[in-house]
């Protein structure tokens, strides 16, 4: 398969993920704790994939590298998206996450030099579009408690997925992937458990806690195998593809959950979020030329 088939089945998979989180933030779930246990799902999965990789030479000071890279920057991205998803609706959250996309195509472009075609340009352009018309939601919803706190982590967010994705584009060109992967989610695992122990975090409701626990390995179930295989799939697609083109198509992830929480969660309708759907689809076709 080419990078574009492998982008897709990406971003088929992180839409689920971020569908998967919104629900947990709705169902009262601490972010850092459904974020241990996926990585954890996460690494031991992708560690089934590369089973005999210690008897083989490989460049672990590279893996470690990337690894510590990939998992910091994770770490932060993801523990500030659920903890966005906690103050406003997935429709706004998503969106300025997604913006991170702009960021990556702009320094793609300005200073990798890389050069999509007509179509392609076109087809990156909707996908900013569709980015900006959806963020335009933030401008109907200031009266929701606590806007600000949640715009200041979903910037947050960005910026770490910014830093992630060249992260993962140097990482897929120069050292094995599913080592990789286990080391890199491996150590976001021990870094969400590093700061879970800190005082700050201490758990006010302890029973309400444990009554959570069996829920929080259900989204760990969940997540871990789809973010293995979405994570993967994102490594294949920028090992072949230009990092401005696979962005263009993963930022488009933000479209399934949005169609989720309309059908599941019965989040509103509205003649913008039908643009955004229309746009992400059309730009898909563009880039794919």
Avoid at 75 to 96: C, D, E, F, N, Y
Avoid at 187 to 199: E, F, G, Q, R, S
């Amino acid at each position: 398969m080419g990078y574009f088939a492998f982008a897709g089945i990406a971003v088929m998979c992180y839409g689920t993920i971020d569908f998967c989180y919104k629900h947990a933030a709705n169902a009262g779930c601490r972010p850092l704790s459904v974020l241990s246990r996926s990585t954890l799902v996460t690494a031991l999965c992708c560690s089934l994939s590369c089973f005999g990789w210690l008897s083989k030479e490989f460049p672990l000071r590279g893996i470690i590298l990337f690894a510590c890279l990939d998992s910091s920057l994770f770490l932060i991205g993801t523990a500030s998206k659920i903890s966005a998803l906690k103050h406003l609706p997935t429709a706004v959250v998503l969106p300025v996450t997604k913006m991170s996309a702009i960021l990556v195509i702009l320094i793609s472009i300005l200073v990798m030099n890389e050069r999509p075609t007509f179509y392609q340009s076109i087809g990156l352009g909707l996908s900013v579009v569709t980015v900006l018309l959806i963020i335009k939601e933030v401008c109907v919803i200031r009266t929701i408690p606590k806007l600000n706190s949640g715009i200041l982590f979903s910037v947050l967010s960005m910026l770490a997925v910014t830093g992630s994705m060249f992260t993962a584009k140097f990482a897929s060109i120069s050292v094995p992937k599913y080592q990789f992967m286990t080391v890199s989610y491996g150590m976001a695992y021990l870094l969400t458990n590093a700061i879970l122990l800190h005082p700050w975090q201490q758990i006010r409701n302890p029973g309400g806690e444990a009554m959570l626990r069996p829920m929080y390995w259900r989204y760990a179930a969940i997540i871990g195998p789809i973010n293995a295989i979405g994570f993967y799939c994102m490594l294949k697609s920028l090992e072949s593809g230009p990092i401005s083109l696979v962005q263009g198509i993963l930022c488009l992830s933000m479209v399934p959950p949005i169609l989720l929480s309309i059908l599941v969660l019965k989040e509103k309708l509205t003649m913008r979020k039908s643009l955004i759907v229309a746009s992400g689809v059309l730009s898909l076709i563009l880039i794919k030329f």
